[in-house]
């Protein structure tokens, strides 16, 4: 539904293998945020079939954005992943992610009466 309704820019692929869907990949595209003016995004899912997993599928797409990326001039990739998913950790490091230089920082919502 974000991918439908966010007004922003986004790139998406989907894999296929034998005639099926195989897995999916949901980029957003950023030209400026945080006070920063440079072209980046943000892998906000992937995903691949379990009974294809272990394939080289989410390699293969991975591979395919990073090249779409660099030719419209997106310099670096983000994503965040759960500190404990050591499955997607170790996926991401075998991609070439490193830990980022900028800290996520998060606080709960709360509503202050005074």
């Known amino acids: 539904m974000r ?3 966010f007004a922003g820019l986004q790139m998406s692929l989907v894999a296929e293998v034998d005639g099926r869907i195989a897995g999916y990949l949901i980029v957003s595209l950023y030209y400026g945020e945080y006070g920063l003016s440079e072209p ?3 892998v ?3 995903g691949v079939h379990p009974e294809l997993r272990g394939r080289g599928v989410a ?3 991975m591979q395919q954005f990073r090249a779409n990326a660099a030719a419209i001039g997106v310099g670096i990739v ?3 992943v759960d500190w404990d998913d050591f499955d ?3 996926f ?3 991609e070439g992610f490193v830990p980022a230089k900028r800290v996520c920082l998060e ?3 709360t509503i202050v009466v005074k």
């Open 59 to 61: 390699h293969a797409m």
């Open 3 to 5: 991918a439908l309704n």
């Open 40 to 42: 980046t995004a943000s």
């Open 88 to 90: 997607l950790l170790g």
């Open 92 to 94: 991401f490091k075998r």
């Open 78 to 80: 983000r994503t965040e």
């Open 107 to 109: 606080v709960k919502a």
């Open 44 to 46: 906000d899912a992937i």
